[in-house]
């Protein structure tokens, strides 16, 4: 029997991925960001289809990934991990800077950040995986530590939202325990 | 102007990928290990094209991940992330579970594995992106934390190889550091 709780030891960080423009733009909280080739250098990202993100990085075909600082504000998990575009624009009143490409960079509680043009899809079920191509990474914090996925879990006691990738429904987990006693 | 140093920001965990089966199989270390969907569970993994696990994973269909521990021994790194099992067999001596596909398993210095089915291979570039479906996750030691890519290069000063997806060259690191001067 599988134990998910093998699963929480796959690590990863936490990053906002954004799409749009100036006039509108989207972004969601992602676990799932990672580099797959060097030379050039190449990224992917993994979101729901249900994302309202998805719309905006097909439309654009470009992203950035904002990471994010170890004590992010909790708000911002609020923000951007448990609302949907669809009805607010997350975008408004944060600290955007706007890319190359044109596609929003959130900086608040973000130490560095990579901004990609999108040059394959893949579907891979309930999520696309979108694999772009650098065209600029900065530093904006050299002082600080990303946050991790188990930090978040382990310390800020956060929780995965059910698009994410890694989500868990807790009676698998249950499950688990019940079989192990 | 890229800095490359930004990508070093990306967290990623530390694994031994392993394929094969009980008469030949070989493994290799891998940071680039994901879950992309939930429903079902299936985790990416990033193989390059001159990597000699890759002719395992595409002949045998299947792959196990060993999650490796915080105080992993250097000889696993020298083994798996700088050799070719082209040259020796790689888990000879190796302390190695088969797993449901007969897929190798190492269990040394590793707190939890996962095995996968192989459903998807997509080709990008330098590198394949194999999706495998999640058919076994056990955890081995609760105690222990696992090693992250960020500790392995920052505390224990160790490189990535040239397959690697993360590798930089570091005339690439030291030209952003002319420049910033």
Known sequence: MINFKALFEITYGLYIVCSGDKRRGNGFISNTVFQVTSEPAKFAVC?????????????????????????????????????????????????????????????????????????QKFDVGTHWLFVGELIDAQILDETNEPLTYSYYRQIKKGIAPKNAPTYIDKSRLDRKMESSK
Chains 1, 2 share one sequence.
């Open 47 to 119: 979101c729901s289809k249900n994302n309202f993100t998805c719309e905006f990085i097909e439309k654009y075909a470009h992203f950035s990934v904002s990471v994010l600082v170890k004590n992010t504000e909790p708000e911002i998990f609020g923000r951007f991990g448990f609302k949907s575009g669809k009805d607010f624009n997350k975008l408004e009143g944060m600290n955007v800077k706007f890319g190359m490409t044109g596609t929003p960079i959130v900086l608040n509680d973000s130490l560095a950040y990579l901004e990609c043009n999108v040059v």
